[in-house]
Nanobody, 126 residues
Framework: QVQLVESGGGSVQAGGSLRLSCAAS????????MAWFRQAPGKEREFVAG????????YYADSVKGRFAISRDDAENTVYLQMNSLKPEDTAVYYC???????????????????WGQGTHVTVSS
C-alpha cells in the first residue's frame, strides 16, 4: 500500500514562499511520474505541476508557470513543490499524486494517477 504524506503547508502573505514536500513510504517511486494537484474551496481539483519518471521533464499549469517549481529526489523518495510569489488565489489544499511507471506526469486528469496523499493546506492572505 503506497502512502504519500504531504507537508510544508501553512499560512503566508501574498508574495511569500512555501516549499511543499511529499514523502512516499512502503514504496520506491523512482521510475514513476509524480504530480501536484490542488483544490480550492468550492472548486474542482486542478493540476498544478508534474514531473516525469526520470525527472528530466516538468509540466506546469499556466496559472503557476514561472512561480512554482516541481522537483524530485529519488534517493529520499520525496517530491517537492517550491512555490514563490504566492497569490491569494493559490489558497487551496495541495495534494501529491503518484503517476504511472514511465509516465510523463503531464496529465490534467486525476483519474490517470494511481494514488493520492491526504493533502496539505496552503493559505495566502492579501
Amino acid at each position: 500500500q503506497v502512502q504519500l504524506v504531504e507537508s510544508g503547508g501553512g499560512s503566508v502573505q501574498a508574495g511569500g514562499s512555501l516549499r511543499l514536500s511529499c514523502a512516499a513510504s512502503e514504496f520506491t517511486f523512482s521510475s514513476y511520474a509524480m504530480a501536484w494537484f490542488r483544490q480550492a474551496p468550492g472548486k474542482e481539483r486542478e493540476f498544478v505541476a508534474g514531473v516525469n519518471w526520470s525527472g528530466a521533464r516538468t509540466y506546469y499549469a499556466d496559472s503557476v508557470k514561472g512561480r512554482f517549481a516541481i522537483s524530485r529526489d529519488d534517493a529520499e523518495n520525496t517530491v517537492y513543490l517550491q512555490m514563490n510569489s504566492l497569490k491569494p488565489e493559490d489558497t487551496a489544499v495541495y495534494y501529491c499524486l503518484l503517476g504511472g511507471r514511465y509516465h510523463s506526469g503531464s496529465s490534467y486528469n486525476p483519474s490517470d494517477y494511481l494514488s493520492w496523499g491526504q493533502g496539505t493546506h496552503v493559505t495566502v492572505s492579501s
